[in-house]
């Protein structure tokens, strides 16, 4: 089964810094990756699919990006809504799964 | 507009077998497959398997051997079948259409508490 991993688990910025969240896979998942926020009580909403492309409604501040089998997902200036649950996910294989998820806080 | 429920019994005996069923509107489970994913409190998610538009199946290889996934296409129901339930079953249970595109869709999940 292919692995995610996922760095931080946990990380606290302030309002308008650069937050870098990153997901390694253990193989190759082409750009078969997606990035969730979930907010206490709340179903993940997505943010990042394709590794790369934004989804409908997201705020141009969070993009992806991939250098081989690492994924990364940037907010570029943290705002005061952005604290959460981030989770990557591949859907490379038939058995999809997650990565174990960075937990945001505001400083 | 797709709308996603999940119903569930709320609590369960271990040992016992969990039942829980998603309601899907706006689109067809053919064209579509329905995954299942689970949320132990205060832990991360982890997805659990996948019904597919063809009506084949795949399953985390972790519970592979206490899970099934089917569905009644005329109801528009999906029907998530875990045996031999342990208190680490305890979890909020979503269905959810991920396809890797623009958008995707999850119920409000369902809570389902394993109890001896």
């Known amino acids: 089964d292919i692995q995610m991993t996922q760095s931080p688990a946990s990380l606290s910025a302030s309002l308008e810094e650069i937050v870098t969240i990153t997901c390694q896979a253990s193989q190759d998942i082409g750009n078969w990756l997606a990035w969730y926020q979930q907010k206490p009580g709340k179903s993940p909403q997505l943010l990042i699919y394709?590794?790369?492309s934004l989804a409908d409604g997201v705020p141009s501040r969070f993009s992806g990006s991939r250098s081989g089998t690492q994924y990364s997902l940037k907010i570029s200036r943290l705002q005061v809504e952005d604290p959460g649950i981030y989770y990557c996910l591949q859907g490379y294989s038939a058995l999809w799964t997650f990565g174990g998820g960075t937990k945001l806080e505001l400083k | 507009q797709v709308q996603m429920k999940e119903t569930g019994p709320g609590l369960v005996q271990t040992t016992q077998t969990l039942s829980v069923t998603c309601t899907v509107s706006?689109?067809?489970?053919?064209?579509?497959?329905v995954h299942w994913v689970r949320q132990a409190p205060g832990k991360g998610l982890e997805w659990m398997g996948i019904i597919w538009g063809d009506g084949s199946t795949n399953y985390n290889s972790a519970l592979k051997s206490r899970l099934s996934i089917s569905r009644d296409t005329s109801k528009s129901q999906v029907f998530l079948t875990m045996n031999s339930l342990q208190t680490d079953d305890t979890a909020v249970y979503y269905c959810?259409?991920?396809?890797?595109?623009?958008?995707?869709?999850w119920g409000q999940g369902v809570m389902v508490t394993v109890s001896s």
């Open positions: 959810a259409v991920l396809t890797m595109g623009t958008r995707d869709y």
């Open positions: 706006g689109f067809s489970l053919t064209s579509y497959g």
């Open positions: 394709g590794a790369t």
